[in-house]
RNA sequence: UCCCCUGUAGCUCAAUCGGUAGAGCGAGCGGCUGUUAACCGCUAGGUUGCUGGUUCGAGUCCAGCCGGGGGAGCCA
């Protein structure tokens, strides 16, 4: 039962014994002394293969080994050896190899060693991960879900279970996917509509755009929560940095102000770039050289510059002043658009950029009204955030949240909510009220930003997007 | 949802003005070599996304449908 994994074979010394277990990438053969074959096995555990050096005089030698291809399973019984040979310190020189799983057809097995297309291998999703690029992906999705945990822990955040399904119609943040059990060719009416009191919750439900609203009744009796779950969009996007399934992370910080709120964005994603270039050295390196070139010096950069912030009012000043041609116009009041984002972010500024105070009409009802005349804005703000990183456009977006019942019920009016359907969360403001500040990352613009992964379906295992649900 | 590009061997792509379907990689077989993006030779592999139209003749032109990509919007 006991074998060695790959990782710590490669790190072990000359002369041990060892049973290593994984798959094929490639095998080379030699005529020489009586037969002999290279295997690189992969198991997962480090970006590198091992290399297993076969000799002629193996039992199986003609009989299985020379037959060998790319992803069968194998279990080799050896000693570690230094490599005699280039490109690797040491390797196993095999004194048994038992066969576990064939490839049943070499000639169609779907990713033999070779070079895919990203697009391909899309199709492929239940084997791409045998891949060196896709491996490394998952190894660093895995770090960096490990490193938000980690870096919430240890200052006393707690992770929150948000729910995933919701009955509340009220996050604002985009077309959701209803969920519901009601036989959909023969849906109950009930005065001209659906009557959803004959349906699984006796209510419509949909599941969560965010967790937020959630996570807040938390923040507001346990100081420091985050929520790490899936959210989901039922928007119409096909771009590369959309996903109907996607990954968010959102803190939640009691007593707290917008400049706290972006302080922790910055600690948050400064600690996450240096902990995978650290304990994912290896993947890292391979991004590096085959994904984008210059990527760690890129993440270098980022890590030792101090974030700018930039108040929205001036963000436009500077937009307007720049001596170049957008598409969409600039102006005070109107959101900005990528090539805005990605002006400032890439071009002007070249680090990532925290935009501040947005006019509250291009924002949502809870964030937080400034006072009037804040940054010298020729009309009313809120304290809004967005974080722009190069490459990548819009990474954070957060708020200090509004946490006077006034204020929010005046915004409430103002937008046409029904302050009904926000009772719970208007609860929070009548019963112990605090300032607080919160924001969402999404997780996998995140692993683009740290592997130079062009697009996002590539970064998820199984990508779910208008009209691809496979797998 | 909008704009643009695209669909030919397992994969990546050629195929001139509409005139008999080609290569590389991968795979199989053989050769050579402590090999490592190996190398050399041979072999197999095709309803050109689908349906219809124009034509003596369609991978190529036209229409519709389906799939893929890039950009935009929406956002994280």
């Known amino acids: 039962m006991a074998w060695t994994k790959i990782k710590d074979a490669l790190a072990a010394s000359p002369g041990t014994e060892c049973t290593i277990k994984g798959w094929v990438r490639t095998r080379r053969d030699s005529k020489a002394a009586g037969g002999l074959s290279f295997i690189a096995v992969h198991d997962g555990t480090c970006h590198d293969a091992i290399q297993v ?6 039992d199986n030698y003609e009989s299985e080994v020379v037959k060998l291809t790319t992803a069968c399973a194998v279990e080799v019984d050896g000693v570690l050896a230094e490599s005699k ?3 690797q310190s040491v390797e196993v020189q095999a004194s048994a190899i038992r066969v576990i799983g064939w490839v049943e057809d070499p000639d169609t097995y779907p990713v033999p060693q070779k070079r895919h297309t990203m697009e391909y291998l899309r199709e492929q999703a239940h084997l791409r991960v045998r891949t060196n690029t896709f491996g490394a992906v998952a190894r660093v999705r895995h770090a960096l879900a490990a490193g938000v ?7 006393d955040y707690y992770y929150v279970h948000t729910p995933i399904i919701t009955g509340s119609d009220c996050e604002g943040a985009g077309e959701m996917f209803r969920v519901s059990t009601l036989d959909m060719l023969n849906v109950p009416t009930a005065e001209g509509g659906v009557d959803y009191d004959q349906d699984f919750f006796g ?3 949909n599941l969560t755009v965010s967790g937020q609203l959630n996570v807040e009744t938390y923040c507001s009796a346990l100081s420091r929560v985050y929520t790490f779950g899936p959210t989901f969009r039922a928007e119409n996007s096909n771009t590369s940095r959309h996903l109907a399934e996607f990954w968010m992370i959102e803190p939640e910080i009691a007593f707290a102000d917008l400049s706290d709120n ?5 600690e948050m994603l400064k600690y996450l770039l240096d902990d995978v270039l650290t304990r994912r050295a290896d993947d890292m390196a391979f991004f590096d050289l085959r994904i984008e070139k210059g990527l760690i010096d890129r993440l270098k950069h980022v890590i030792e510059t101090p974030f700018r912030v930039l108040p ?3 963000a436009i000043d500077i937009l307007s002043k720049a001596n170049k041609r957008f598409e969409y116009p600039v102006e005070w009041g109107l959101d900005m658009q990528s090539e805005h984002e990605r002006y400032l972010t890439e071009e002007h500024f070249k680090q990532p950029v925290v935009v501040i105070n947005y006019p509250k009409q291009i924002k949502a009802f809870y964030m937080r009204m400034n006072d009037a005349g804040t940054d010298g804005a020729p009309g009313d703000t809120v304290a809004a955030m967005d974080i722009l990183v190069p490459g990548i456009g819009e990474i954070v977006g957060g708020s200090q949240r509004e946490e006077r019942l006034g204020a929010l019920d005046a915004r409430l009016d103002e937008m046409n909510l029904p302050k009904e ?7 929070l403001r009548r019963y112990g009220t605090v300032p607080h500040a919160g924001f969402g990352l999404g997780f996998e613009r995140l692993i683009q930003f740290c592997t130079g992964m ?3 379906r590539d970064v998820i295992p199984f990508p779910r997007a208008p009209r691809q649900c496979e797998f």
């Open 53 to 58: 050096v076969a000799k002629g005089e193996l």
């Open 85 to 87: 040979g280039q490109g």
């Open 149 to 155: 945990h980690r870096f919430f822990d240890e200052r």
């Open 203 to 205: 209510k419509e439900a």
């Open 262 to 266: 972006w302080a922790l964005a910055e």
């Open 312 to 314: 929205y009012t001036e």
């Open 421 to 427: 359907d926000y009772w719970w969360y208007r609860d």
């Open 454 to 456: 062009q697009n996002i």
